[in-house]
């Protein structure tokens, strides 16, 4: 089976740029979260989805957005970018609420 | 507000010793406690968790860790660490296993070298 699916896997925008992450969760999990880790860090939480509902917010700005589509695919946005921005975007699926499954990640760097 | 320390920034170990990688916790509440490893370019890897039960929790690939409860830890252990388990291991707290909302804090994280 497929583990979680993130896309790109690198990407890189200037300050005030807008860009979208995606997420595909593994087949039959319905619930997404999304993590910033910045280097020498470990993730932050920012976002969980569960049957296309937010279910909880880190402690971000408003220009940090995400959805969930009806295939429990996921979509980070984030606008008006800062350098502080860069950093290793994750993704992770769970099967009712359980253990959390990362993807590889989507590197994002804001020049 | 719910935290997790990881003291060591670095670990370094002998192949074939046994490894230790340590995590304390602060939160209210019955801890749900959780250890990922990642490797270089890689997302994060689930090894075990503890919900309740049995203080000794084993995972995959050969690791286990404690819970003290009176201590406020879950140390990450190995009887023979091999070469391969050199990576960055988190240590992670969620206070709300199975609720609306079960997201993750996580701790800094240890870089565990092994050395041949």
């Known amino acids: 089976d497929a583990g979680v699916t993130q896309s790109p896997t690198h990407l890189i925008k200037t300050r005030g740029q807008q860009v979208t992450l995606r997420c595909s969760p593994i087949?039959?999990?319905?619930?997404v979260s999304w993590y910033q880790q910045v280097l020498g860090q470990g993730p932050q939480f920012i976002f969980q989805?569960?049957?296309?509902?937010?279910?909880g917010r880190g402690n971000f700005p408003d220009r940090f957005s995400a959805r969930q589509f009806p295939n429990y695919s996921s979509e980070l946005n984030v606008n008006a970018l800062l350098l502080g921005d860069s950093a290793l975007y994750l993704c992770?699926?769970?099967?009712?609420?359980?253990?959390?499954?990362f993807g590889a990640g989507t590197r994002l760097s804001v020049l | 507000a719910q935290s997790v320390a990881q003291p060591e920034d670095q670990v370094n170990v002998a192949e074939g010793n046994p490894l230790t990688v340590k995590c304390t916790y602060s939160v209210s509440g019955n801890p749900y406690l959780f250890w990922y490893v990642q490797y270089p370019n890689r997302g994060l890897q689930f090894l075990l968790k503890?919900?309740?039960?049995?203080?000794l929790v084993k995972g995959s690939y050969g690791f286990e860790a404690e819970f003290n409860k009176s201590q406020t830890s879950f140390h990450l252990k190995k009887p023979s660490a091999l070469v391969s388990d050199s990576a960055l291991y988190f240590c992670?707290?969620?206070?709300?296993?199975?609720?609306?909302?079960?997201?993750?804090?996580f701790g800094t994280g240890t870089l565990l070298a092994v050395q041949p």
């Open positions: 992670a707290v969620s206070l709300n296993y199975g609720g609306a909302t079960n997201k993750l804090i």
């Open positions: 503890y919900i309740t039960g049995d203080n």
């Open positions: 087949s039959g999990h319905k619930s």
């Open positions: 992770a699926s769970s099967l009712d609420k359980n253990i959390q499954y």
């Open positions: 989805y569960y049957e296309k509902e937010e279910r």
